[in-house]
């Protein structure tokens, strides 16, 4: 099979591979270029563990293959601190001790991070709709729900 060039920017650095057309999204960022926050859960797009910003719209990058995105802005969850410190989001995140195995945590952020630059100020049930497609095992929502509302109010 022919690989392909393809060009992204990555948490604004420009990155460039050389990749097999069926490969997805998920697999170029975390085997080629070693960006190991998303995380493949179902590889069916059910869990969002591997949740990525494309252009500004939240995508499960297990279902998007990586020639999709050529040319893309891309946010992963290693992109959204800024010189060191955390991103509004990920404060809140600790602050109200929503990070258990922390498995689902960087989707779940970057589902928040999303709605928050969508609607600023939230209710209760825009959040958890924002985040239904993000699936946890360990914190039962409530605590996810609450930093997402507390980075709001940040």
Do not use: W
């Amino acid at each position: 099979m022919a690989k392909l060039e393809v060009h992204y920017t990555i948490n604004g650095r420009a990155h460039e591979a050389y990749i097999e057309p069926n490969l997805t999204l998920l697999e170029v960022v975390r085997d080629e270029l070693r960006l190991t926050g998303s995380k493949e859960g179902c590889g069916t797009g059910d869990c969002g563990a591997c949740s990525m910003i494309v252009d500004g719209k939240l995508v499960t990058s297990c279902l998007m293959l990586a020639p999709q995105a050529d040319g893309a802005e891309i946010t992963t969850i290693e992109g959204l601190a800024t010189n060191g410190d955390l991103h509004p989001v990920q404060q809140a995140f600790i602050d109200t001790g929503a990070v258990q195995c922390g498995f689902c945590i960087p989707g779940m952020i970057l589902a928040g991070k999303v709605l928050l630059d969508q609607n600023p100020k939230p209710d209760e049930q825009e959040i958890r709709s924002a985040i239904a497609g993000n699936l946890c095992r360990c914190t039962g929502y409530t605590k996810i729900v609450e930093a997402i509302a507390a980075a709001a109010e940040a």
